[in-house]
């Protein structure tokens, strides 16, 4: 990692005595041994992570970074590039699915700028951190400079130090970001790019191949990655960046990571490839249609939450799963044992 | 069905104008199409239960029906009948899983004692419709009688009528229930028993294979089922009766059903069977471990929005899926149109 980069260090956790005791809270619980299945391992995970056997969230923070591009003038996506700077707009005006889904469960919205191909009018919820108007063409070279990716990165960080709270929802908007997407996958995965290239908001057969077409050339354009952060400069966008420095900042202070789809997923997996401990913070929301997706998840050894077929981003899958992230917690809270209640136990 | 029963009949909807409008509305949403993925046919299907564009839920209502099995004697659960009466108390003092949930979601917690075992404290939240002290020991003969079920089914749909709201999630309590919760399944779908057959709360293998015998006799006891209702009594309990009831009262007033694990499913199975209109009104929350669920789902052509290994019933799984039915119809009410908010459409 270039020696300007001051990112925090990720310390990893060892909380084994925490873990025994949580389980034995878990186990203890009226209800046969993990009967409440998944939800009974995100209650053990988010109390290692909040160090508490009475965990409690609070003050969660839905973050949408947003940014443009060059490669989407490729025609990668099945949607123009000015649909980027609209639906920040419409973030902002609350009509977005991230914005109703995050004000159904008291969940703070901030939209973040981190590199959107236009100007945009400051207001209360938004973060201006525009690196630049959009990428540059990635099929043609590197999408940004080492000293821009890092750049984005600080940027993120400090997003995270600005907000309260103890959880951190990501999400993401860029017209063309699953093609960002799907080659760092390809790249820090060793996965052929076929398996990691989607149709994304929609593209059609022909616009897959393309797509495919496009992003082939792109990485053999791009060969000399020899770090995460490099792949990240070459290939990421700016959201992409700016995400991963806040993922970073928000797992050395041992929040809650929520992870979205595929995109926020890609965020993640740099921010994994750089400090490995940031995987221990990440809850992962739901698996995207997005046809990468799954195999992405498979590498970071994460179990989604939700399968809902899902594939808009934004943070609306981070949203949705939410409420179950305040089941988990009110189990290990509220939910009397088997002592307590005065239950009989199994014979 | 024996004449004496009176149960609402449950009006078939075709509703096909007011489809086709909330399609239209749901494709005109600021999203690519169909990327709220299954979220999009939640909010469909609700629409048309509740006949509108924008539907609302109000005093949803979890309504938890205890009782208890006779064949439980025969060691076909891991844990002891006197548990049924315990959880109902656990129920009624906030303590249970479904206790919990609901009141983090604001769902209004009702508990029927249709046939416990123990005489249960009379006290605001409980419903006292007790049957019998428990079903007969069904490997004998008949679980109850004809009589008997048709009271179950009545009391079931006075329940609904006491409630207000126009959503009810069900849930249940019966220590034995899923042995015969597997036996309605396999009689109602013609399915062999070891497909319907698991280990509730936790048998191990040995206990697995004396629950089966046990239930092969009870299917060979009781051949003689030539109706849904007649099925319902050899081979159910009280509570799957009158939560069968319920949901019959409940769809013909045009509520929501939210089916939660493979007790409340096999209710719905029977309901389905004597009114298969009950079907369009049925939300399945989850897809339970209990092993012949997922076969039991598919019966009944239901995607259950949660799989998250849950094994517990209680009406947990409803409960923790409720959310992201408030989430469905926020979408419809409350997310921008293209038009609205200004954003570009696909290319």
């Known amino acids: 990692m270039a020696t300007s980069l001051n990112l925090p260090h990720v310390v990893p956790h060892d909380r084994q005595v925490l873990a025994q005791r949580l389980q034995h809270v878990l186990d203890h619980k009226t209800k046969p041994l993990g009967a409440l299945g998944q939800l009974e391992q995100l209650a053990l995970q988010i109390g290692l992570i909040l160090g508490s056997e009475q965990p409690r969230l609070h003050q969660p923070q839905m973050v949408v970074f947003a940014a443009d591009h060059g490669v989407a003038a490729k025609g990668v996506s099945a949607y123009p590039s000015d649909v980027t700077w609209q639906m920040v707009e419409n973030f ?96 820090l995965t060793d996965t052929p790019l076929h398996l990691c290239v989607g149709r994304g908001t929609g593209l059609d057969e022909a616009g897959l191949q393309r797509k495919l077409a496009v992003l082939e050339q792109a990485l053999a354009r791009n060969v000399d990655t020899p770090s995460p952060l490099h792949a990240l400069a070459a290939l990421g966008g700016f959201e992409i960046a700016m995400m991963c420095g806040a993922m970073i900042e928000a797992a050395a202070q041992d929040r809650l990571l929520v992870i979205d789809g595929f995109i926020s997923s890609s965020a993640a997996l740099v921010a994994c490839a750089m400090q490995p401990a940031v995987r221990q913070r990440c809850v992962f929301a739901h698996q995207s249609d997005e046809s990468g997706h799954a195999r992405m998840l498979a590498h970071l050894q994460a179990k989604p939450l939700l399968q809902l077929g899902l594939r808009l981003g934004e943070g609306s899958g981070a949203a949705l799963a939410w409420p179950l992230l305040e089941s988990a917690c009110a189990i290990l809270r509220d939910m009397a044992s088997f002592e307590s209640a005065g239950v009989s136990q199994a014979t």
């Open 92 to 187: 902002l005006a609350g009509g977005a699915a991230v914005s109703v889904l995050a004000r159904q469960h008291g969940v703070a919205l901030t939209v973040v700028d981190a590199g959107v191909a236009k100007d945009i009018a400051p207001r209360p919820g938004l973060v201006a951190n525009k690196i630049a108007y959009g990428t540059e063409d990635v099929s043609q070279g590197p999408a940004m400079t080492v000293a821009q990716c890092e750049a984005a990165l600080q940027a993120g960080a400090e997003v995270i130090r600005s907000l309260p709270g103890n959880a951190v929802l990501f999400g993401e908007m860029g017209i063309g970001n699953t093609s960002s997407a799907a080659l760092l996958m390809s790249r």
